[in-house]
C-alpha cells in the first residue's frame, strides 16, 4: 500500500495553491482556453447573457463563477477545468 507522499496524484497540501485568486495567476492574462470558451457560451446561453471570445483565463473564471451563480450550475463547487 503506498502512503500519499508516494502518490503523485493526490496533493499532500491540498489548500497549498489549487484555490490561487485569479489576480494572481501567472497566465491569467492570456486568451482563455477552448475548455473555458465553450462552458462560458453553454452558461452565457443558458442564463441568456452575452458571450464574449476576447476574455482572459482570468476574466473567463470569473465570468464563469459569476454565470454558474446566476443558472445554479455547480452549487456548492467552486473552480473546474476553467482554471
Excluded at 6 to 11: E, F, I, L, M
Aim: no cysteine; glycine share 10%.
Amino acid at each position: 500500500m503506498s502512503s500519499d507522499r508516494t502518490n503523485p496524484k493526490r496533493d499532500p497540501d491540498p489548500g497549498s495553491n489549487t484555490e490561487k485568486p485569479v489576480e494572481d495567476w501567472v497566465t491569467g492574462d492570456e486568451s482563455m482556453t477552448g475548455a473555458q470558451a465553450s462552458y462560458l457560451k453553454t452558461l452565457s446561453e443558458e442564463a441568456g447573457e452575452p458571450f464574449d471570445p476576447q476574455l482572459t483565463k482570468a476574466e473567463a473564471s470569473k465570468r464563469i463563477d459569476e454565470l454558474r451563480a446566476k443558472t445554479g450550475r455547480g452549487s456548492g463547487q467552486h473552480g473546474g477545468p476553467h482554471r
